[in-house]
């Protein structure tokens, strides 16, 4: 299994880019977010890789996170989301997009990605809204405690060090926020809807603002 790739960039495509490194160009498939994000030919880049191996097929598919990569992992285990379709919705929505869009129960957002119909959309939501806290909840846990683990990494002792991609400060402060009120006794499930929802409406607010936000949002109406 190959979990990551280091090198420098030789040419990028429309749906891919080709990673050299030390002489061996790797085809790494990503997706247009991903892609706009990286930087020019002859650039370093480091991607966390996820392998899909067929009888006729060997590709590999490129995340900037592993919190992104984590969240391709769930989306291609529900039948019918295939690495295309998942890379389609992550280059749509976001890692912290498609968390937001699962916890909310909003299959229309998850439709926007091209290729994705409806009853796909509505499976997608239905089958992950149960995983998703637990998910976001690693968001801002989840490259510090595996981004330095050694094994599945191909690059060479003399590569020049490329900087590794971490989640946007956003994706701590909702872990944080949905820690703070599974402790509160709320259920996972709700407790990740309304942090959705708040960091929905306020993208850059922080882990207090996030629970204060969350809790006007769980409070009994009327």
């Not at 290729?115 to 998910?135: C, M, S």
């Not at 590569?159 to 994706?171: G, K, L």
């Amino acid at each position: 299994m190959i979990g990551k790739i280091a090198g420098r960039i030789d040419y990028r495509g429309t749906d891919h880019v080709l990673i050299d490194v030390h002489g061996v160009g790797y085809i790494v498939y990503a997706s247009d977010r991903t892609l706009a994000a990286l930087p020019g030919p002859g650039e370093a880049v480091a991607l966390y890789t996820d392998l899909v191996v067929r009888e006729d097929l060997l590709q590999l598919y490129g995340f900037p996170t592993l919190f992104e990569k984590e969240w391709h992992r769930l989306l291609t285990s529900v039948q019918g989301v295939g690495a295309k379709a998942s890379m389609a919705i992550l280059g749509t929505l976001g890692a912290e997009g498609v968390g937001r869009a699962i916890a909310l129960g909003d299959a229309a957002a998850v439709k926007a990605a091209p290729g994705v119909g409806p009853k796909l959309a509505q499976r997608v939501v239905n089958e992950l809204k149960d995983k998703a806290p637990a998910v976001m909840a690693l968001g801002g846990r989840l490259p510090a405690a595996m981004g330095a683990a050694p094994a599945e990494v191909i690059e060479g002792g003399a590569a020049p060090a490329a900087p590794t991609a971490r989640p946007a400060p956003s994706a701590s402060a909702q872990s944080e926020a949905l820690s703070a009120l599974g402790n509160l006794g709320y259920a996972p499930g709700e407790a990740a809807a309304a942090v959705a929802e708040a960091a929905g409406a306020s993208p850059d607010a922080d882990t207090p603002a996030l629970i204060r936000a969350a809790l006007r949002l769980l409070a009994p109406k009327g």
